[in-house]
């Protein structure tokens, strides 16, 4: 157990709608990050927040959006959902990404998105 | 650019040592990481290495960085039915920088 918490565990939803991805980090983490993992497209990195303020962008859709509260947990808002949005999304928290030896990213254990 | 590179299949024989390779492109890395996925589970960090280290040992996992090549190969001894798994390197630049994984190589670990 890492200590990063998701849910929900899955989520089957329709074409066109919203969902909430939820994630709460490790004890005294700062950093939240959100990646994707889908057959064709492997682990891509979506967007990384550290203490509230988004600090990196990756591969993320418009339709893609991320908070982090001021508790620290995040979430993931993924809209106007398409047949290819199905996929497994991982949180990852880190203590503090500019220290060494405590960015070490820690996996939580994901929460697969089925859009039918 | 930034790009990670990993066979995608390994079969072993239980009691064996695994050797699972990987190769970076990014020469300004310095972390780099072992991910374990079990099937319907997330990612387990497994070790990582510094790059201004060439070797890494913890139990039975041997880390071995050649930066020279851009090559980091993880090592298991003693290879048991439970390391069955998608193994995934991955390289980051640190600071706020994500993480850039690999396909990942699925071990097969058979008696």
């Known amino acids: 157990d890492s200590g990063v918490t998701q849910t929900p565990k899955h989520l089957i939803t329709a074409t066109g709608q919203r969902v909430t991805l939820r994630c709460s980090p490790r004890?005294?983490?700062?950093?939240v990050y959100w990646y994707q993992q889908s057959l064709d497209q492997g682990l891509q990195f979506l967007i990384q927040y550290y203490n509230g303020e988004e600090r990196a962008k990756g591969n993320i859709l418009e339709r893609f959006s991320a908070q982090q509260f001021p508790d620290l947990h995040s979430e993931l808002n993924l809209s106007s959902l398409e047949l290819g949005d199905s996929a497994l999304y991982f949180c990852?928290?880190?203590?503090?990404?500019?220290?060494?030896?405590?960015?070490?990213?820690?996996f939580g254990p994901g929460t697969r998105l089925t859009v039918l | 650019g930034e790009d990670v590179e990993q066979s995608l299949f390994l079969s072993v024989r239980e009691g064996d040592s695994s050797v699972i390779n990987c190769t970076y492109t990014?020469?300004?890395?310095?972390?780099l990481y072992w991910y374990k996925q079990e099937p319907g589970a997330g990612l387990q960090l497994l070790t990582y290495i510094f790059s201004n280290m060439d070797m890494k040992q913890d139990q039975r996992l041997t880390v071995l960085l050649n930066k020279k090549d851009k090559h980091l190969s993880l090592r298991i001894a003693d290879t048991q039915t439970g390391d069955s798994a998608i193994y995934f390197c991955?390289?980051?630049?640190?600071?706020?920088?994500?993480?850039?994984f690999g396909a990942g190589t699925r071990l097969a670990v058979h008696p």
């Open positions: 004890s005294g983490d700062l950093s």
């Open positions: 990014d020469s300004s890395s310095t972390y």
């Open positions: 991955a390289e980051s630049m640190g600071g706020y920088n994500k993480l850039i």
């Open positions: 990852a928290s880190s203590a503090d990404p500019l220290t060494p030896r405590t960015d070490t990213q820690y």
